[in-house]
């Protein structure tokens, strides 16, 4: 019991200091739009405020040690909740509906970047094992990908290293971008942007990130919905990829013990679900006749807030974590290959958009 009291303890200054982070952010989007652009909203989302404050005090200040634990739980815990918490928005023909849309554009996505790599490294030249990383982690799931598929591929810590950094800095960009981007291209129409944005970004919290900036901005929840079902549906691949990967690199020789299952899959992903359960159940149970609808409408909304906190809290950490000293130091083969992989997923989803989605809707 002890034990578990000191864990906690270690936890509460780094979570406390992303929460900060959080309400800092909020309170510069409405100073923002209120004394500088005399608007109800600022022309920067509450998320994107959050990530930058969090790369320059990240890289101004060297974080203790000790706020790290915390900052770490964060990343991985606190945004994964965030994510669970989102499937609140959803009844279960929106997640049959998005998903049979995003399903074929994964796959398209997935086998457009496996290509690309294996071509492209036969002209810019980094190990075969670096470029299954960079594959793995822009076409599916981001650094969750790369850490999982590396101990299958024996790669070498710094092959790792240099994987997410490729990632996170891209991913990054893409977030950033994309939302502003995608509002001009398919003017706001909300399932063609939240298939791109759970497509063409890497990491599950960067697409939830860039759902909420385009939320925030453009008045869409919609978007943030199918976003986050499509980037679901892209890390399950992880499943099927990690073997596949083994088996190419190894050629049959692969060692099971080395991989499981078990041990890769996303289980927040059933967390999702089961919110949708939840919240499916709960329309039923809590209605409007019974008398009692109102107590369970203001436990969605205050689900939908804590969603929003808690993914901001986790781009706060994401932010103070990255270290533009180490990107620098790494080297420009591996970017290279990682911009041209991350432009191409971006392309594809675009190709697709424009043309093979009219045959699923």
């Known amino acids: 019991m002890l034990s578990k009291f ?21 309170g510069i989007n409405n100073l923002i739009a209120i004394e500088i652009f005399n608007t109800e909203k600022s022309p920067i989302s509450t998320v994107l405020i959050a990530i ?17 634990i915390g900052l770490d739980f964060t990343q991985q815990y606190i945004l994964k909740l965030g994510i669970i918490f989102l499937g609140i928005r959803l ?28 071509l492209l490294i036969k ?81 599950t919290s960067q697409v939830a990130a860039a759902g909420l900036i385009y939320d925030q901005q453009f008045n869409n929840p919609e978007t943030l919905d199918v976003a986050t079902v499509t980037k679901l549906i892209r890390n399950t691949f992880l499943v099927l990829l990690i073997p596949l990967f083994a088996f190419l690199y190894n050629r049959g020789e692969f060692k099971g013990q080395k991989y499981s299952i078990l041990n890769i899959f996303p289980y927040f992903v059933l967390g999702f679900i089961g919110m949708i359960i ?32 808690f993914l901001t809290m986790a781009m706060a950490a994401v932010g103070i974590s990255i270290n533009l000293g180490e990107l620098k130091s790494m080297g420009y083969k591996p970017f290279v290959v990682g911009l041209i992989a991350a432009v191409t997923v971006g392309i594809i ?5 424009e043309t093979i989605i009219h045959f699923f809707i």
């Open 123 to 203: 002209k810019v030249p980094i190990s075969s094992k670096m470029s299954y990383l960079i594959a793995i982690g822009t076409s599916v799931c981001g650094a969750t990908a790369i850490v999982a598929t590396a101990p299958v591929i024996n790669a070498k810590k710094t092959e790792i290293a240099y994987a997410i950094a490729n990632i996170t800095l891209f991913g990054v960009i893409a977030m950033v971008v994309y939302p502003y981007f995608a509002e001009w291209y398919f003017d706001n129409n909300a399932l063609e942007v939240g298939l791109f944005l759970g497509t063409s970004i890497h990491e």
């Open 278 to 309: 939840v919240r499916n159940l709960g329309d039923q149970f809590f209605s409007v006749e019974n008398g009692n609808y109102y107590a369970w409408s203001k436990f969605i909304e205050y689900l939908k807030i804590l969603a929003t906190v």
């Open 91 to 118: 009844s279960f023909s929106d997640l049959l509906k998005f998903g049979s849309i995003a399903i074929p554009l994964v796959i398209f996505c997935v086998l457009g970047v496996l290509i690309l790599i294996k």
């Open 52 to 68: 930058l404050l969090g790369i320059i005090m990240g890289n101004a200040f060297t974080p203790r040690p000790g706020m790290m």
């Open 6 to 26: 000191q864990n906690i303890k270690l936890i509460i200054p780094g979570l406390v200091l992303a929460l900060v982070f959080c309400l800092f952010a909020q």
């Open 349 to 353: 989803s675009l190709i697709y958009l």
